[in-house]
């Protein structure tokens, strides 16, 4: 997009199940930046996340939009253009109500935005689509945001989503750190499970071809604004192992002239020494001789 962020925090973020709309599917692998940026060419707030080259969150805030914190972690909302529920988990009850103090401020600056444009409210999804953020208010946070146990059995998970056979079927679980990998000698528990397989961009199934193609392009865009800071890092780190190589090239040159240098001197010292040698066997033979040099 090429505008700084306005506000950066970071979270570990979920989508909602697109087929229960009852629990959340892990959408990064840990705490992730997200980031509140300004699109000055569109007049848009956008609130973006990127892991990698994925984006897992790629939100355009309207008037319309509400964040619910659903407990003293976590806090979630509706995008009826993603057709998707955001989930965000905090390390801290302090930073998620930093995020909603910046929500209200920007979806504020949006309504009185719209206003002086004379533009409506913020534009439905396709009507013919299937709406996953329908019914999905007030979702309960994910184990690991409630004090729960991270490691509930598949069982236990079930239950929780209905009981007999309309149980949530979970695919794969995982403890991982809300916050990365913590630092050699913390204590305490700081894991989380990962819920489901299938992570990434929100469900665009059955949305219009120009609402997927904004998000591949937006995605597109973050993905290469990431390569391009990629791309300077190893630039610099080229240059520096360039210089370094010029400079013990320069030294190998200065070490091989002082070894020529050395074999001179030191071929040098051996004819010296042979000449000495040499008139040391003269002296001691005329000496045998009974020519005595003079005295």
Same mark, same amino acid.
């Given at each position: ?28 692998? @840990?705490?992730?930046? !997200? =980031?509140?940026?300004?699109?000055? &060419?569109?007049? #848009? ?7 990698? +080259? ?109 009981? @007999?056979?309309?149980? !949530? =079927?979970?695919?794969?679980?995982? &403890?991982?750190? #809300? ?7 913390? +204590? ?108």
């Amino acid at each position: 997009m090429g505008e700084s962020p306005i506000f950066t925090c970071k979270a570990h973020v979920f989508h909602i199940d697109p087929v229960t709309k009852k629990s959340w599917i892990s959408a990064s692998t @840990g705490a992730v930046p !997200v =980031s509140f940026f300004y699109d000055s &060419s569109r007049g #848009l707030y956008r609130i973006i996340s990127v892991e990698g +080259t994925k984006a897992v969150i790629n939100s355009t805030v309207t008037p319309s939009m509400s964040f619910t914190k659903t407990s003293q972690k976590f806090g979630q909302w509706s995008d009826v253009r993603a057709n998707t529920v955001y989930g965000l988990g905090f390390l801290s009850e302090q930073e998620l109500n930093q995020f909603i103090e910046q929500f209200q401020e920007v979806k504020e600056a949006t309504r009185s935005s719209m206003k002086s444009s004379g533009q409506g409210g913020a534009p439905v999804a396709n009507g013919s689509s299937r709406d996953v953020t329908a019914g999905a208010a007030n979702i309960p946070p994910p184990a690991m945001m409630t004090g729960t146990s991270p490691y509930t059995t598949r069982n236990q998970i079930s239950a929780a989503g209905g009981g @007999g056979g309309g149980g !949530v =079927s979970v695919a794969h679980q995982r &403890s991982q750190s #809300l916050s990365g990998v913590p630092p050699p000698g913390t +204590t305490g528990n700081t894991e989380s499970p990962k819920h489901g397989a299938t992570a990434g961009k929100p469900d665009l199934v059955g949305q219009s071809p120009e609402t997927q193609l904004k998000y591949e392009n937006e995605r597109l865009r973050l993905a290469l604004a990431q390569s391009s800071a990629n791309a300077k890092k190893w630039e610099v780190e080229l240059s520096t192992l360039k210089s370094n190589n010029a400079r013990l090239t320069a030294a190998l040159q200065e070490s091989t002239a002082n070894v020529e240098e050395w074999k001179k001197q030191l071929q040098a010292y051996k004819e010296e020494n042979q000449r000495l040698k040499q008139r040391t066997l003269e002296a001691e033979a005329a000496r045998g001789n009974g020519m005595l040099p003079p005295s």
